[in-house]
């Protein structure tokens, strides 16, 4: 016991790293702020996309959001990371991280708006059509609120996806808060500054782990 | 040599293909392998879970929430970490594999615990008291009448999940598991060239593609007509 807690609840170890962890966890909330609104707006996109008159891009957006779910994220990540260098760009991993997630967010998003917008009835647009909105009015201020509203629990569950997902930064050497966990863990040979970051990413999801279950049950009900 | 003779030279070039694509191959049946073990433990796990919580005992409950918790909050990645460098220094040495199918299917045990419960919540009371009043036991209407129903509205977010959470066997490369991409960087660091990661590209689209088709045949297969 004595073993297991110094190998992974270890205070001292912990306390040393703790201004390096604090770094990381400032850089994971920025890559989040990126991310997360890019993500959103992008899914909106690709809902409006699949939507379109034109068969072409309906189509296009389609078989590209399909890829893009199919690909797992780290793959996506290392694939922009590693391959635009052999096409003479070099993207800082910042922007790596934020093309890669933000693609895979948006298509991930985009799937949920999609279903939202197919849960409000044809009835809402044609009665806000009918008071005279066009179109695009009819959508943002009748149609999107009801759809959001509808899948709200699926948007929020995503974002905490989205939250884990920059975890996966660490891997292109950006500096949050698993790869600093990772470079203290590998200077004291000591697991505690990951179960510390664990516990930073338990603190902050937890809740709102809490309330997408409650959310869930409450449409389940 | 022009332009596009360059591109096709550094991302499409057909003999490191050939050269490179056994290795690929072996990603491949690595994904898989990982993939299958974490989807036979982690469902059934998960499942298991699901039916204990069934019973409502009160302190098991809620050691089941905290664990299930735990494991949808934390970045498998981080989990992965710890497991991988924290074990050997308290005495247990996994090899690579073992971590990563460890980790994953805990983690696919914790949501798919949740979407299941979340399913046996949903079926309604009269159903239990229908069942109970012919005379069936506790566990008889829990695995007969109730689970079937709850595994229904489950299915959607069930295969969403599960698919999710398979992806995730990339995250083995981190740790040295030869799966696709793992593979393909190693080819990339060898031959200084990028077509082995349009190869891990193409392989994860064949292995990922007909999964995604078959979930939603199964969401088409078993989805309930509602009115």
């Given at each position: 016991m004595d073993l297991f807690v110094s190998q992974f609840l270890n205070l001292d170890v912990m306390r040393q790293a703790w201004p390096l962890i604090l770094r990381g966890l400032g850089m994971t909330a920025l890559l989040c702020a990126a991310v997360i609104p890019l993500g959103l707006a992008g899914g909106l996109l690709v809902a409006l996309a699949r939507r379109s008159r034109r068969a072409w891009?309906?189509?296009?957006?389609?078989?590209?959001?399909?890829?893009?779910?199919?690909?797992?994220?780290?793959?996506?990540?290392?694939?922009?990371?590693?391959?635009?260098?052999?096409?003479?760009?070099?993207?800082?991993?910042?922007?790596?991280?934020?093309?890669?997630?933000?693609?895979?967010?948006?298509?991930?998003?985009?799937?949920?708006?999609?279903?939202?917008?197919?849960?409000?009835?044809?009835?809402?647009?044609?009665?806000?059509?009918?008071?005279?909105?066009?179109?695009?009015?009819?959508?943002?201020?009748?149609?999107?609120?009801?759809?959001?509203?509808?899948?709200?629990?699926?948007?929020?569950?995503?974002?905490?996806?989205?939250?884990?997902?920059?975890?996966?930064?660490?891997?292109?050497?950006?500096?949050?808060?698993?790869?600093?966990?990772?470079?203290?863990?590998?200077?004291?040979?000591n697991a505690s500054p990951i179960v510390m970051a664990a516990g930073l990413y338990l603190l902050i999801l937890w809740p709102v782990v809490r309330l997408v279950s409650r959310l869930e049950h409450r449409v389940a009900a | 040599m022009t332009d596009l003779d360059r591109f096709v030279e550094t991302f499409l070039n057909p003999a490191l293909a050939q050269k490179t694509w056994p290795a690929i191959a072996n990603g491949v049946l690595v994904t898989v392998e990982v993939a299958l073990a974490v989807v036979a433990t982690g469902l059934a796990l998960g499942l298991a879970l699901a039916y204990l919580r069934a019973y409502r005992i009160r302190p098991l409950n809620a050691l089941i929430i905290v664990l299930v918790d735990v494991f949808r909050a934390v970045p498998p990645l981080v989990i992965i970490l710890i497991a991988y460098f924290g074990l050997p220094n308290?005495?247990?040495?996994?090899?690579?594999?073992?971590?990563?199918?460890?980790?994953?299917?805990?983690?696919?045990?914790?949501?798919?615990?949740?979407?299941?419960?979340?399913?046996?919540?949903?079926?309604?009371?009269?159903?239990?008291?229908?069942?109970?009043?012919?005379?069936?036991?506790?566990?008889?209407?829990?695995?007969?009448?109730?689970?079937?129903q709850a595994f229904r509205l489950a299915i959607p977010p069930l295969t969403n999940r599960t698919i999710a959470i398979t992806k995730n066997t990339a995250l083995g490369s981190v740790i040295g598991v030869a799966e696709i991409i793992n593979q393909a960087q190693?080819?990339?660091?060898?031959?200084?060239?990028?077509?082995?990661?349009?190869?891990?590209?193409?392989?994860?689209?064949?292995?990922?593609?007909?999964?995604?088709?078959?979930?939603?045949?199964?969401?088409?297969?078993?989805?309930?007509?509602?009115?």
């Open positions: 891009l309906r189509g296009t957006t389609k078989i590209l959001t399909d890829v893009l779910r199919a690909l797992p994220p780290l793959a996506l990540l290392i694939l922009i990371y590693s391959g635009l260098p052999f096409a003479g760009l070099r993207p800082s991993p910042f922007l790596a991280v934020c093309i890669a997630f933000t693609l895979n967010a948006s298509s991930f998003y985009g799937e949920i708006y999609r279903a939202g917008i197919d849960s409000v009835g044809t009835g809402q647009w044609e009665a806000a059509r009918s008071t005279g909105l066009t179109e695009f009015q009819a959508f943002t201020s009748v149609v999107l609120p009801q759809a959001a509203r509808n899948v709200l629990p699926d948007l929020v569950s995503n974002t905490v996806e989205v939250v884990k997902l920059t975890s996966l930064a660490s891997v292109v050497s950006f500096t949050e808060l698993l790869y600093a966990a990772d470079m203290a863990r590998s200077v004291t040979y | 308290v005495g247990v040495t996994l090899s690579a594999f073992a971590v990563l199918w460890l980790v994953l299917s805990l983690v696919l045990a914790a949501f798919s615990e949740e979407i299941l419960w979340a399913g046996i919540l949903s079926v309604r009371k009269g159903q239990w008291d229908a069942a109970r009043s012919t005379g069936l036991t506790f566990g008889e209407t829990l695995r007969t009448v109730i689970l079937p190693t080819a990339v660091a060898v031959t200084g060239n990028a077509t082995p990661l349009m190869m891990a590209a193409v392989a994860y689209l064949l292995v990922f593609i007909p999964v995604l088709a078959l979930a939603g045949r199964i969401e088409r297969r078993f989805a309930w007509n509602r009115a």
